[in-house]
């Protein structure tokens, strides 16, 4: 009996800080979404910058130009469960400069690889949207497609390469996610967080309270009289 004690408080004595600093964890995740939606509000509300200032994420932005040839395909993309594409549209700005148009979700066709269609644009457009910079994900690996046109991440180093034309011209480096109102957006996607702080409180209470068990089993275990 002695021995299958000592493994269970050894079992308890092991897993309880560990339950409680994930606790604590959750907790921090809920108040950093917390403060990214609160900067959000407040970012929402000003006019859209020009695109050479000084920009927050998710910061309104405005671009006048045009929309070339070139249109992307992230791959892997899931909108209400279904799976598709994010389609990156490269717009050539009225000073010559480039950036890459966020048009939002298009559902995947039966075959994997082949490409919705998508329309390009024609004429001169006064855009507004949001600028959006992309974490890299570490689990994402960028392996070669066979259509060029199919990426798996936004990694601006590795489109240039993909497209020689791009090398020598003034590509900016994040995503301009076109309004929602926009005529030629397709259905929004992105959203300032992916997991809202109440999900995230609902974790810390789990974790506080599978401490709360192991807390109380230690207790119990330790006071109870080892059989003779």
């Given amino acids: 009996?002695?021995?299958?004690?000592?493994?269970?408080?050894?079992f308890t004595f092991i897993f309880m800080p560990i339950t409680f600093s994930l606790g604590l964890w959750q907790l921090d995740r809920a108040d950093e979404k917390r403060n990214i939606l609160a900067t959000f509000d407040q970012l929402v509300t000003k006019a859209p910058a020009n695109l050479d200032d000084e920009l927050l994420n998710w910061q309104p932005i405005t671009a006048q130009g045009r929309y070339t040839d070139l249109v992307l395909y992230e791959d892997?993309?899931?909108?209400?469960?279904?799976?598709?594409?994010?389609?990156?549209?490269?717009?050539?700005?009225?000073?010559?400069?480039?950036?890459?148009?966020?048009?939002?979700?298009?559902?995947?066709?039966q075959i994997k690889n082949d490409l919705p269609l998508v329309s390009?644009?024609?004429?001169?457009?006064?855009?507004?949207?949001n600028k959006l910079e992309k974490n890299k994900n570490p689990f994402v690996q960028n392996l070669a497609e066979?259509?060029?046109?199919?990426?798996?991440?936004?990694?601006?180093?590795?489109?240039i390469d993909n497209f020689n034309y791009l090398k020598n011209k003034p590509v900016y480096?994040?995503?301009f996610n076109l309004n929602p109102s926009d005529k030629n957006k397709f259905k929004s996607v992105e959203k300032p967080i992916n997991m809202t702080t109440e999900k995230h409180l609902g974790y810390a209470i789990q974790?506080?309270?599978l401490f709360a068990i192991l807390f109380i089993m230690t207790?119990?275990?330790?006071?109870?009289?080892?059989e003779k």
């Fill in 146 to 159: 066979e259509n060029p046109l199919i990426i798996q991440e936004f990694n601006l180093d590795q489109i």
């Fill in 1 to 10: 009996m002695k021995g299958f004690k000592r493994k269970i408080l050894i």
């Fill in 207 to 209: 974790w506080f309270g």
């Fill in 173 to 175: 480096g994040f995503l």
């Fill in 76 to 109: 892997n993309a899931l909108l209400d469960g279904k799976a598709g594409f994010r389609v990156y549209h490269l717009f050539e700005t009225n000073d010559d400069k480039y950036i890459f148009i966020h048009r939002g979700f298009v559902e995947r066709q």
């Fill in 120 to 129: 390009i644009p024609q004429g001169d457009f006064v855009l507004t949207g």
């Fill in 219 to 226: 207790l119990v275990i330790g006071l109870r009289r080892d």
